[in-house]
């Protein structure tokens, strides 16, 4: 990547993922997190929230497949902190669209770069916000 590419604004990677309900059943034997808010309708709206949500260590697993697409090695992630401001409601008729996208905030005058990523949803808006601290980029 040149100088140019990583200067703030420019965004480094962005991509789309879709979630469906049995998504969340094979995630939640793979983590083992069995939580009725991500398999439940009748749980979750006992717990006032609009559907069946998506495990937020989901959420965050595919932020760093984003970033490590876009970097190459998960070794190059010095920091990574993300906060939820809502849950991923995910339909049961086809799932829902998770859109992420990361940002050039700033490059540091080490080479390491800083990046914001933002994680969003069609007709709920930004679900999620973090920051990114990575390694120089090779040249």
């Not at 090695?73 to 990361?102: K, T, Y």
């Amino acid at each position: 990547m040149t100088e140019a590419s990583l200067a703030a604004g420019a965004v480094v990677a962005s991509d789309e993922y879709r979630i469906s309900r049995a998504d969340l059943v094979r995630y939640a034997g793979a983590s083992r997190d069995f939580n009725p808010l991500h398999w439940s309708p009748r749980i979750a709206a006992a717990a006032g929230l609009p559907g069946v949500i998506a495990h937020g260590t989901l959420i965050l697993g595919l932020v760093t497949r984003l970033l490590t697409g876009w970097l190459g090695d998960p070794a190059r992630l010095d920091e990574l902190n993300f906060r939820f401001i809502r849950p991923v409601v995910v339909p049961d008729d086809g799932g829902v669209a998770l859109a992420l996208q990361a940002r050039v905030s700033e490059p540091h005058p080490d080479g390491r770069v800083a990046v914001t990523v933002v994680a969003s949803v069609e007709g709920t808006g930004t679900v999620g916000r973090g920051r990114v601290i990575v390694q120089p980029l090779p040249d």
